[in-house]
């Protein structure tokens, strides 16, 4: 099975000067009065806990920066990962950015960070909303809604994601204390910017019967949120096979193929039931949408080989959206959803987290793999 891709990148010098009374550790100046006060880094012991914590540790793919910035903390946890490059003794945000971004480059599923607010911000410029982070918290100021509780809490997140549990995908604000308004005495938050968050998924109250999803109500939400979305796409919508696909069809306007591929495009059906070589003649870009097998959690090579490889490596997997409840995705007892292209390389590369659209403006991380 293929293994989630982890990156992880720790700030070594979040949190240095908390305990020193100097609120903060941003900058050169303030970092080199900690350490005269007596200042020991936070960020590196915060981070060894949540790799401690981890029951799957191996089982991610890490990969990491040198040194304190990542390297070292898996080493002292006894995990092995790929190290892109080497850290400077005395580390800057501008080292943080650079880090990120070669992690992102090397197709890490969701970037773990050490650090405080600084750090978030610092990741939201160098990669905005491109995958998933975690925060794990290890600075002084904390006011930002990317961050586990604790390490421990971040711990338990990855290892849902590793073993198939539910959890969420929500967009979290990035915040800072505004320091003109600190120099006049007040302490106030800053607005910077949004991230994409793994955060635990259980059952929404909404949805809740009898503590169990109604299942019904939840299609008719998943139904709601993708037309939702639909109705802004100027691309043409390929839309599979199956009962919750129906839904959406239905809620479309029109009767759909349950077992075929039908493509509508700005409010009319352009074609009913299509096949493979119609995809690739007709479609240079797409936007597709696609539900899974219950219990087998196939998504993608079982009753839908009308997606070629040639058609799916022409759209891309930014033009993918899984939809399905979450009594579905439990259906499958942790395993993974499955492609199986015909196309080894692409299933490998197509490989990894995904999310899927559960109910209305709801979303989980799921993996998707190339074997169970």
């Known amino acids: 099975m293929t293994r989630l891709k982890v990156g992880l990148l720790v700030n070594p010098v979040a949190g240095l000067g908390g305990t020193v009374a100097l609120k903060g550790s941003d900058g050169a100046d303030v970092q080199a009065e900690a350490r005269a006060r007596g200042a020991t880094p936070r960020a590196p012991e915060r981070t060894r806990r949540m790799l401690e914590a981890l029951k799957h540790g191996d089982d991610i793919r890490w990969c990491t920066w040198g040194g304190a910035m990542g390297e070292e903390a898996l080493r002292a946890a006894g995990l092995h990962g790929e190290v892109l490059g080497d850290a ?79 959890v969420s995908s929500a967009i979290r604000e990035v915040r800072d204390l505004d320091e003109s308004a600190l120099h006049r005495g007040e302490i106030r938050p800053r607005y910077f910017g949004e991230m994409r968050v793994p955060e635990p998924g259980g059952y929404l109250q909404h949805t809740k019967e009898r503590g169990v999803e109604n299942e019904a109500l939840a299609v008719t939400e998943i139904a709601a949120d993708v037309v939702e979305q639909l109705v802004e796409e100027k691309e043409p919508v390929v839309l599979g096979p199956g009962s919750t696909l129906g839904a959406i069809k239905q809620a479309l306007g ?64 930014d033009a993918l959206r899984v939809v399905g409840t979450r009594t579905k995705l439990k259906s499958l007892d942790g395993r993974p959803l499955l492609i199986d292209t015909d196309d080894p390389e692409l299933d490998r590369i197509w490989s990894g987290l995904i999310e899927v659209i559960t109910g209305y403006q709801d979303r989980l991380f799921y993996r998707l793999s190339d074997h169970e």
Do not use: C, Y
């Open 88 to 166: 400077p003794d005395v580390t800057s945000a501008g080292d943080t950015r650079m880090a990120a971004r070669a992690l992102v480059g090397a197709g890490v599923d969701l970037l773990v960070f050490t650090g405080g607010d600084g750090t978030a911000r610092d990741l939201l410029e160098a990669i905005d909303r491109e995958l998933p982070v975690l925060g794990i918290p290890g600075g002084v100021k904390m006011h930002s809604g990317v961050f586990a509780t604790t390490p421990e809490r971040g711990a338990e997140l990855l290892d849902a994601l590793v073993s198939g549990g539910l």
């Open 254 to 317: 029109f009767e759909g193929s349950l077992l075929g591929f039908d493509v509508w495009q700005q409010g009319a059906v352009v074609a009913r039931d299509v096949d493979g070589r119609w995809l690739e003649t007709r479609m240079d870009s797409a936007t597709i949408v696609l539900s899974f097998t219950r219990g087998q959690g196939f998504l993608i090579g079982r009753g839908n080989q009308q997606l070629t490889p040639a058609f799916l490596r022409r759209v891309g997997r």
